[in-house]
Each structure stands twice: as C-alpha cells, then as structure tokens.
Nanobody, 114 residues
C-alpha cells in the first residue's frame, strides 16, 4: 500500500492550496481518510477527517477555512485550504484507515509566507 500526497508549495498568507491524496494497493474496508500536519519539533496533529458515510470533522484551528473531500472506494482525498495563515506552514500527511490499521504517506510541504 502506498499513499501519495501532492499539491503542497509556497503561497502567500490569505491564499489557497488544494492537496491531493491517492492511495494504491489493496486496502479492504476503508472507513476513513484523513489529513494530518506536522511542524518540525512538534507533534503530528489531525487536521481533517472524512468517513465512509461522508461525514467530516475538522480541527478547531482550520474549521471554516479547510474543506476535506474524497472518494473512499477510489482511495482518494483532497484538502482545500483557503485563507491560509503563516501558522498553517507544515508538512501535511494523508492517511487511509480500515478496521485494522492506518496507512501513511510521505507528506507534502506547505509553506505560507506572511
């Protein structure tokens, strides 16, 4: 199983980026896909989740600015990020979870300049 996150880059504060995640390989019974982010020296934090029922949840600090979407049977997810702030700068990771484990990709760097 491999996950490829893409779409990161450099953007000015107030701008937008869309991250994409595509998983390959056989993953049975996917029940959610998620995005996390990590700043060097800090813990990895959950940003957004989408479940196989279509429900979504967001971390408080991105609520109203970020939107997660995805097609779980196709093992793809997206994170639309609007009104970006300097504090959103981080490496963003996507994951796929089934009933047994959470699979991780390598991450994509998002840098927001102020």
């Amino acid at each position: 199983v491999q996950l490829q996150a893409s779409g990161g880059g450099l953007v000015q504060a107030g701008g937008s980026l869309t991250l994409s995640c595509a998983a390959s390989g056989r993953i049975l019974s996917i029940n959610r896909m998620a995005w996390y982010r990590q700043v060097p020296g800090k813990q990895r934090d959950l940003v957004a989740v989408i479940t196989n029922s279509g429900s979504t949840n967001y971390a408080e600090h991105v609520e109203g600015r970020f939107t997660i979407s995805g097609d779980l049977p196709k093992k793809t997810s997206y994170l639309q990020m609007n009104r970006l702030k300097a504090e959103d700068t981080a490496v963003y990771y996507c994951t796929v979870t089934n009933g047994w484990r959470e699979y991780w990709g390598q991450g994509t760097l998002v840098t927001v300049s102020s």
